[in-house]
């Protein structure tokens, strides 16, 4: 477990110049989510813009995380210009990729099912694993908007009949402008309930999503920060994998509900802004 001690930071007590970490090192590497974290709603949160720039400037290696496999990084670049942020699409990674990378270790080249859209698709395509409904190795679940009943009873029947349970993202629930929409955690748990077998998922909060981003930049832990909203995937899949933490409250974690936890990150800040006082 992650022993540094807590550091709470605000606008008005951040120090100037480079914030030193463990052992007197300077973080060299950092992970950051994305919603609740640079943007909210399609706008960026203030700070954002200037602080995405600064680490291109200064050429840090940085990833901007998200556990959403719709999007290939490409897309996801697209859509963060029109929301007013400027993110390289090699500085993108996603639960699709992680499950590519982690796909492609274990049996490389294998035969797989897949539910889900062409972030998904295109990142296994690309890992060399072929896409079929004949024999597969595996059932991989990922985000889509269409989900399909055929295609749930298809992965069902498929799992008992011996392929392995993928899913690349824990996420019950996704947002929309008319409310929740059933997200992949969601549809994992249908197809749980019917053949009785549990996925493996590879979105956070599992460390592997952590480890596989590192090792994309060639970061090490005990010099990489992460960066996130949310304590219960964030922060905890930080501290196991051994990542100085920072929690900001621009997004869903309130100061109130830190206590809540039996963990607690590393450094607690209003937003990303607060970081540039820091680099």
């Known amino acids: 477990m992650n022993e540094s001690p807590v ?8 120090p100037a110049g480079p914030v ?6 300077e973080i060299e590497c950092w992970l950051t989510d994305m919603d609740g974290v640079l943007v909210h709603e399609n706008h960026p949160i203030p700070g954002a813009p200037e602080l995405i720039q600064r680490w291109v400037d200064t050429s840090r290696r940085f990833l901007v995380l998200t556990n959403n496999s719709i999007f290939t990084p490409r897309d996801l670049a697209a859509r963060l210009r029109s929301s007013g942020l400027s993110i390289p699409e090699e500085n993108i990674w996603t639960s699709a990729l992680a499950t590519a990378g982690f796909l492609k270790d274990q049996m490389p080249g294998a035969r797989a099912y897949v539910i889900g859209e062409a972030g998904l698709t295109t990142a296994l395509h690309e890992s060399g694993m072929i896409l079929t409904d004949q024999d597969p190795d595996y059932v991989v679940l990922g985000e889509t908007r269409t989900y399909s009943f055929n295609a749930i009873t298809t992965a069902i029947r498929l799992i008992l009949d011996g392929a392995r349970f993928i899913a690349t993202n824990p996420d019950a629930t996704g947002p ?5 929409l059933p997200a992949t955690g969601a549809i994992a748990a249908l197809i749980t309930k019917a053949t009785g077998r549990e996925p493996y998922t590879i979105g956070k909060p599992n460390p592997m999503m952590f480890r596989s981003a590192m090792n994309q930049i060639d970061a090490h832990s005990e010099t990489t920060a992460m960066i ?10 930080g501290m196991e994998a051994g990542l100085h933490t ?9 100061q109130a509900d830190i206590t809540t936890y039996p963990f607690r990150p590393n450094q607690v800040l209003n937003s990303v802004a607060d970081l540039l006082q820091q680099l």
């Open 246 to 254: 920072v929690l900001v409250l621009s997004g869903i974690t309130q």
């Open 20 to 25: 030193l970490y463990r052992s007197g090192q």
């Open 228 to 237: 996130g909203d949310r304590m219960d995937t964030d922060i905890i899949a």
């Open 7 to 14: 550091v709470e930071s605000s606008p008005a007590s951040s």
């Open 176 to 180: 929309s402008r008319d409310g929740v």
